[in-house]
């Protein structure tokens, strides 16, 4: 009942104050506005992950899909949302190399915390995602070869990696019927509250995009670090939710899922949908397109070593 009152209550609350963002910039003006809305947007984010996943399960029972594709499909797509938002929006407003910060940095924080967390919830069950690690590697080699060529992204280049995004939905589509179905108790929520869960999550993460932001402007960070720092942090906490959420309740492939699903849909689907807009860049970028191979890598290795 707890969560219920409090994800109504920060849905109206953080509705309002990303209202009067847009409209009037008011964090700009009362700057003190940043720790309160910050902190309750984490909190917020935390319990709709809770909720959104109970529910996400539920539903993954009922239309008979694994556990697997529950994370891939669904956790991992609600997961990068405030992503997908946050780098159209910067690359339709001429800020390309802050959208593609916005993507790197995203995927670098949520690979470390899940290399973290890896050891004490997934020693089991990671080789299952072999194929996704490696098409990982792939996708973080090709921005790499990419941005020797180009600092500004032609559009055509978004159809290549859309092609990957379309190939691993392929890939995970096939394998499903080799994968064993989620096995969960009924939800105790309801759709309209695993809806009402996934809109605080978008607007929850609005609102630490906003605060980002102001942060980089009074500190004076330039744009790709700003992006790929706050941004980045900012933008990983509904992936590292659902991620800690799901491994507390032994919903490991849930997990694992979203983590493979979310890093590759970010390196794919939304990189193709801001190289679409003609402004994405990698101006800045180098030291993030290498550790990204890095950590792509230290994944591959991860499912070889965790049977």
Do not use: C, W
Not at 74 to 81: Q, S
Not at 194 to 206: D, E, H, P, R, T
Not at 250 to 279: C, D, H, M, P, Q
């Amino acid at each position: 009942m707890f969560k219920k009152i409090f994800i109504i209550i920060s849905f109206i609350y953080l509705s309002i104050i990303d209202i009067f963002i847009y409209l009037y910039n008011i964090t700009f003006l009362h700057n003190l506005l940043l720790i309160p809305n910050i902190i309750l947007s984490i909190m917020s984010i935390y319990f709709a992950s809770d909720i959104f996943l109970d529910v996400a399960s539920d539903f993954g029972n009922r239309i008979s899909i694994s556990s697997r594709s529950v994370g891939i499909f669904i956790a991992g797509f609600a997961a990068i949302f405030d992503e997908v938002s946050m780098s159209l929006m910067a690359a339709i407003q001429g800020y390309g190399s802050i959208s593609f910060g916005a993507i790197q940095g995203s995927n670098t924080v949520t690979l470390l915390a899940f290399f973290i967390i890896i050891p004490l919830y997934f020693k089991s069950g990671i080789s299952r995602f072999k194929t996704d690690a490696y098409l990982i590697v792939g996708s973080s080699l090709l921005l790499y070869m990419l941005s020797i060529f180009y600092v500004k992204i032609p559009f055509y280049v978004g159809f290549i990696t859309l092609a990957i995004f379309l190939v691993y939905m392929y890939r995970v589509k096939k394998e499903e019927d080799n994968v064993e179905i989620v096995e969960t108790p009924n939800s105790e929520y309801s759709v309209i509250f695993g809806l009402l869960s996934l809109l605080v999550i978008i607007i929850a993460s609005y609102n630490m995009i906003n605060s980002a932001t102001i942060i980089s402007y009074v500190f004076g960070i330039n744009n790709f670090l700003s992006s790929y720092i706050l941004l980045g942090i900012f933008g990983s906490i509904p992936e590292i939710s659902m991620m800690i959420i799901s491994a507390a309740k032994n919903r490991k492939n849930i997990s694992i899922g979203l983590i493979t699903g979310s890093t590759l849909y970010k390196e794919t689907f939304v990189f193709s949908l801001a190289a679409f807009t003609l402004e994405l860049n990698f101006r800045g970028s180098y030291f993030s397109l290498v550790l990204m191979i890095i950590l792509s890598i230290i994944l591959v290795v991860y499912t070889v070593i965790y049977k």
